[in-house]
């Protein structure tokens, strides 16, 4: 049966954390900063840094790290330091992370919400004489540590661990119940954290596939406002005057036009804040000269999330023009469906709405040698008339734009 943590006692008058009675006494003042500095980890990554610093500076440490390790393939990796440098990872990573004897030598001690020094995970004796304490630690001034496992799952477990230099004493009896007693709050902080993390990614991740489309896409709030744009909404309210963009979301130029927008734009948040069940709808938004009108398309989006003051997408509007020339990667025409080079240039002008004669003249070549390719293109994606190849290609995943790099959250 696991015992559940131990009760700090509060005692302002008590230096901060431990009593010469070895009771763990503690300001209330202190440790209140310290669970403060804890929760803020959990929705700024940065923040566990300052976390490991004060618990180094508790427990009379020089170095804290918050390691993760799969001891059965003896993947390893740091997510933070503090007291090394970085070049004290790649030796870890490389090598010394396979031989470490605390993570294998006793496996049952390490289970989420346990606190163990490096004497509970394995014997002195074996440990002084390991290659990764001789090796990879002494090097390093370090030697004793505490570590307080946050997550554990099989042979994957995450650890917060603060070592102590070789002239240290080893960790004993009151630093382990004080960890343990700051545990339930280290939990907290890592699962929140390391689901922030998630949504952060995942929110990166459609962010980079709404910037591949070729078509406009905007996101708006309970409240009309613009939460996102694509690349491709961003190029086209560069330029375009009969949709804008605005702080209290989009307006189109022609006050009708406007009204009708609206109108759509508010049943939509009825519906996606759960209010309403309007559909959205589509609508023309008319342009000056001879551009054909932009095609709008509202629609809710339902979120489902109980709302904590931040804002939400409630709308997405989509905004196709008919007049831009739908980009084509001939490369990828060529892998999907073994086309030469010749006949994916040729497909990629067809499906731009050009004619035969109009490719001709683009490539510089004979109209019959163009006819000639159409049918060997035919054969190769099994169309018989131009327009189902026009309608097989526009469907084709050649329609998105180049990928932007990003950075990615670890």
Known sequence: ????????????????PFSPSGEVMYSQEEVLSLV??????????????????????????????????????????????????PEAIVPY????????????????????????????????????RSEYCQDYLRPLDLRDCIAATLRNEGANSSNLTIFRPTRGEP??????????????????????????QGLECKASAAGDVLDQLQQAVVLLDAKGCVLLVNQAATALFASEKALKLTPRGLVAAISSENRQLNTLIQGAIATGTGDGLHSGGAMAVSRSGLHRPLQVLVAPLRTRMIYLGKDVSVVAVFVSDPEREPASNSAVLAQLFGLTRAESRLATILASGYTLKDAADQLCVAESTVRSQLKSIFAKTETNRQSELVRLLSLAPSRLTQTRNVDGLR
């Open 171 to 196: 960790f004993g009896h009151e630093e382990r119940e004080f960890l343990l007693a700051l545990m339930p709050h280290l939990q907290r902080a890592f699962q929140l954290h390391t689901r922030i």
């Open 36 to 85: 403060e500095l804890i929760y803020g980890a959990a929705g700024d990554p940065a923040r566990w840094i300052e976390v490991l610093q004060r618990l180094a500076a508790v427990f009379q440490g020089t170095v804290g790290t918050i390691h993760h390790q799969d001891t059965s393939s003896q993947d390893s990796n740091f997510s933070t330091l503090w007291g090394a440098g």
């Open 93 to 128: 990573v490389a090598y010394y992370g396979a031989l470490n004897p605390l993570m294998t030598t006793r496996p049952q001690l390490i289970w989420t919400g346990s606190v163990n020094t490096s004497q509970m995970l394995c014997p002195e004796e074996i440990y002084l």
């Open 1 to 16: 049966m696991v015992n559940s943590p131990p009760k700090l006692t509060v005692n302002s008058a008590k230096p901060f």
